[in-house]
């Protein structure tokens, strides 16, 4: 009998890394849980990926038969089935109320464990679930008693109420990434509530939320993005009738067909402010970084998946008289994939670790942490985002022309990864998001003092190996000190090399601490990611490594290692 496969339990790393960040009875309860979730995602949700995808995508029922403008969006049996469930097993509920097996809430560190599971399925199931998150962020702290008892509850539900999904409303037609152009007006009713009349031009999760979290601006209120407020506005009225919403069509996109994306329209929408109205654009933005940080675990997600399929390809691949993953070329390959996506996820949830403590506001936290925070969010987004497009053309390289043929799922990672570069934020808008940090927190001098500070505290790592890591933090130093000298234009020209510099340092540290802790593979593992991190074009590798430590590495093997 052929053993099923299990996301969760065929990778050790993760585990590894949610047991240095979960409290022992968090994880052994955690332990399970995302077992019987690995391998739901490696089996039910996967097949249902691939029928979404390919005959099952939303379709937008505009009109019934009376002519009327229904605009419902149907969505396919098996996508309802891995909503319940996902949804039922706390990817968002348990962020914000207790775990009832546990007596005590859960954290975002379990939470973006499950994301990361279920995007190495399908990122398109995974989007509508961040908007979700974004949504129960918004109302948990900043709406009012009676907008919090009317929604909360059903967007944090996993099973005992009824579900709304939530979505976030930001992009219209002139505006794109320039939210402060947008038009969509907010009139005050007699009632109290406001109603909504506009358009946004690119709404996910469209026809499937229950509430959708919408910028708008009052009447009266100033020009850019100091005039938007924040508005709770249900899809439907209470009667079951649409709340002044039409969908005009889904978008035809190139991946992520799973989520439903529209153009929508309100006209006269009932719409319930939430918080100050002048904060509008504040609070978006912080449920905007929550969103990157969901963007980075689908990335990984996707990275994960990638080399997973190469890996597995090149060893059930006979070709010119021997697997394909005898071959040098090969094994290098998978050694390189290997050891960036574990730094990679390491660094990534080290982030998640101090993103939690932030925006759940535990223990003390300092300006510094909340700096540091939205750094390594625009810092691990677009990093992840681009090697998950790396790692997609990597697998489809490796299975040939296989590789590019429907039937495997390679090409629908490539598909679904080219997006995560472009939602939650582009390069260009990451980069400037750098340079606001520099000059609103000086957060190159924090990030510079924790990077050597860090590097001060390693005792078994030899000063060969810290070297280029060292060099590359006094060559950040000078470049931030010249940066600060320039014109504006010549600062953002300036900002993206400012942060591939940095995400560099932050994860060659990562990946020196994990050889720090003595084991000898993460040796191995920080020696191979430092050299083909600083040294991949002017270095020699007269020993061989990671042909040398090809086993150590791809299959978890002692051979090789010197203990």
């Known amino acids: 009998m052929e053993n099923k496969r299990n996301f969760f339990t065929e990778d050790k790393h993760l585990q590894a890394v949610l047991q240095k960040y979960l409290e022992p009875s968090f994880y052994q309860w955690a332990q399970g849980e995302l077992t019987e979730f690995g391998e739901s995602c490696a089996g039910e949700i996967d097949e249902r990926?691939?029928?979404?995808?390919?005959?099952g995508q939303p379709k937008l029922i505009k009109y019934n038969r009376m002519g009327e403008d229904i605009s419902e969006v149907w969505v396919n049996e098996g996508y309802k089935k891995t909503v319940e469930e996902t949804y039922n097993r706390g990817i968002v509920g348990f962020v914000h109320k207790e775990i009832p097996a546990l007596g005590k809430s859960g954290n975002y560190l379990y939470s973006y464990a499950q994301g990361y599971l279920l995007s190495q399925s399908e990122p398109g199931f995974y989007c509508p679930v961040t908007l979700t998150m974004a949504t129960a962020y918004l109302l948990e702290h900043y709406a009012d008693e009676e907008v919090k008892e009317r929604f909360l509850k059903h967007v944090i539900s996993t099973g005992?109420?009824?579900?709304?999904?939530?979505?976030?409303?930001?992009?219209?037609?002139q505006g794109g990434s320039d939210v402060g152009a947008n038009e969509t007006k907010a009139v005050l009713h007699e009632s109290g509530h406001y109603l909504l009349h506009g358009e946004k031009y690119f709404a996910s999760n469209a026809g499937q939320c229950g509430v959708a979290m919408v910028l708008a601006?009052?009447?009266?209120?100033?020009?850019?993005?100091?005039g938007l407020s924040l508005f709770a506005v249900p899809w439907r009225k209470e009667g079951g009738s649409l709340n002044g919403i039409q969908i005009r069509r889904l978008k035809d996109k190139l991946g992520v067909r799973a989520v439903p994306s529209a153009e929508v329209v309100f006209e006269g929408a009932e719409a319930y402010l939430v918080g100050e109205p002048s904060k509008g654009i504040y609070y978006m933005m912080e449920a905007l970084n929550l969103s990157r940080v969901c963007n980075a675990v689908a990335s990984i997600g996707i990275m994960r998946r990638a080399y997973v399929e190469a890996r597995e390809y090149a060893g059930n691949r006979h070709t010119f008289g021997d697997h394909l993953i005898n071959f040098p070329m090969i094994r290098e390959s998978l050694v390189k994939m290997a050891v960036k996506l574990e730094v990679e996820t390491s660094a990534l949830f080290e982030l998640i670790a101090l993103f939690d403590r932030?925006?759940?506001?535990?223990?003390?936290?300092?300006?510094?942490?909340?700096?540091?925070?939205?750094?390594?969010?625009?810092?691990?987004?677009?990093?992840?985002?681009?090697?998950?497009?790396?790692?997609?053309?990597?697998?489809?390289?490796?299975?040939?022309?296989?590789?590019?043929?429907?039937?495997?799922?390679?090409?629908?990672?490539?598909?679904?990864?080219?997006?995560?570069t472009v939602w939650e934020g582009t390069a260009n808008i990451l980069g400037l998001e750098v340079l606001r940090l520099m000059n609103k927190y000086q957060v190159q001098r924090l990030f510079v003092e924790e990077m050597r500070t860090r590097l001060s505290n390693l005792?078994?790592?030899?000063?060969?190996?810290?070297?280029?890591?060292?060099?590359?933090?006094?060559?950040?130093?000078?470049?931030?000190?010249?940066?600060?000298?320039?014109?504006?234009d010549l600062q953002t020209f300036h900002s993206k090399k400012i942060g591939n510099l940095m995400v560099k340092i932050f994860e060659s540290v990562v990946a020196l601490e994990g050889a720090d802790s003595g084991d000898a593979r993460e040796g191995v593992k920080a020696e191979i990611f430092l050299e083909q991190t600083w040294q991949e074009f002017t270095w020699i590798d007269r020993h061989n490594k990671t042909l040398k430590h090809f086993d150590t590495i791809v299959n978890w093997e002692k051979k090789g290692l010197e203990v």
């Not at 990926?49 to 005959?55: G, K, Y």
């Open 49 to 55: 990926a691939v029928h979404t995808d390919r005959e």
């Open 358 to 420: 932030v925006m759940r506001k535990e223990g003390k936290v300092s300006e510094k942490d909340v700096a540091l925070n939205r750094l390594l969010i625009a810092l691990l987004k677009k990093e992840t985002a681009e090697q998950a497009v790396h790692y997609s053309h990597e697998a489809i390289e490796m299975h040939g022309g296989n590789g590019f043929i429907e039937d495997f799922v390679t090409p629908r990672l490539l598909r679904d990864a080219q997006v995560l």
């Open 217 to 226: 601006r009052m009447e009266g209120a100033p020009a850019g993005t100091k």
């Open 459 to 488: 005792g078994n790592v030899s000063i060969g190996l810290r070297e280029p890591v060292e060099s590359a933090i006094s060559t950040l130093v000078e470049l931030c000190d010249y940066v600060a000298s320039c014109t504006s």
């Open 160 to 173: 005992e109420v009824d579900l709304y999904e939530g979505a976030t409303f930001l992009t219209e037609r």
